[in-house]
């Protein structure tokens, strides 16, 4: 099964968003369309016919600039829409960013949580819960590391050498294969 990244909601409500601008600037530049074009003739047929060459061209242009009004418009929508999608994808992915980089310099605080419009809400509680392990891990070895150095400190003792290396030895490759068995 595919798990989606956006949710059923929020793509619903960003096609719904884009859906009513369209619209929105579609009734518009026909209402303005419309009101350009609503004067009346006269009551004079003759003149209305002569009236009817200067009328196409006029409603040439006026058809032409109501497209260009309607796809200029729809174009700034279009990219404001995908300017503010695009921000609540980018913000939790630029913060994941500068997660890592954190934790490649070794500080190995958890992540910060997404803002409320965010996507992409499940990545930082994986991969805090992700750091919460590795820092059991990294707790469990050091406590055995100590233990181990205590063994080497017999060792160096003149106490029982081969068992106390052999125990220690043990102990070593039990901890790696239980936390990176290869």
């Not at 059923?8 to 619209?23: H, N």
Request: hydrophobic share 45%; aromatic share 10%.
């Amino acid at each position: 099964m595919e798990k989606q990244v956006f949710t059923a909601s929020y793509r619903r409500g960003f096609y719904l968003k884009i859906s009513c601008g369209l619209l929105l600037v579609l009734s518009l530049s026909g209402l303005g369309l419309y009101l350009y074009l609503n004067r009346p003739f006269g009551g004079n047929y003759l003149l209305a016919i002569s009236e009817l060459g200067q009328l196409n061209e006029t409603l040439s242009w006026a058809v032409l600039v109501s497209a260009t009004v309607q796809i200029v418009v729809l174009a700034l929508l279009l990219y404001f829409a995908l300017l503010f999608w695009t921000h609540k994808v980018a913000g939790p992915l630029y913060r994941l960013k500068m997660t890592f980089l954190r934790l490649a310099g070794g500080d190995w605080t958890p992540m910060y949580q997404v803002r409320k419009g965010d996507q992409l809400k499940e990545i930082p509680g994986l991969l805090n819960h992700g750091l919460e392990v590795v820092g059991l891990i990294d707790d469990e070895i050091k406590s055995e590391l100590v233990v181990l150095e205590g063994g080497l400190q017999e060792l160096s003792g003149g106490k029982g050498d081969s068992e106390v290396l052999t125990e220690t030895r043990s102990r070593l490759i039990y901890l790696l294969d239980k936390h990176w068995p290869m």
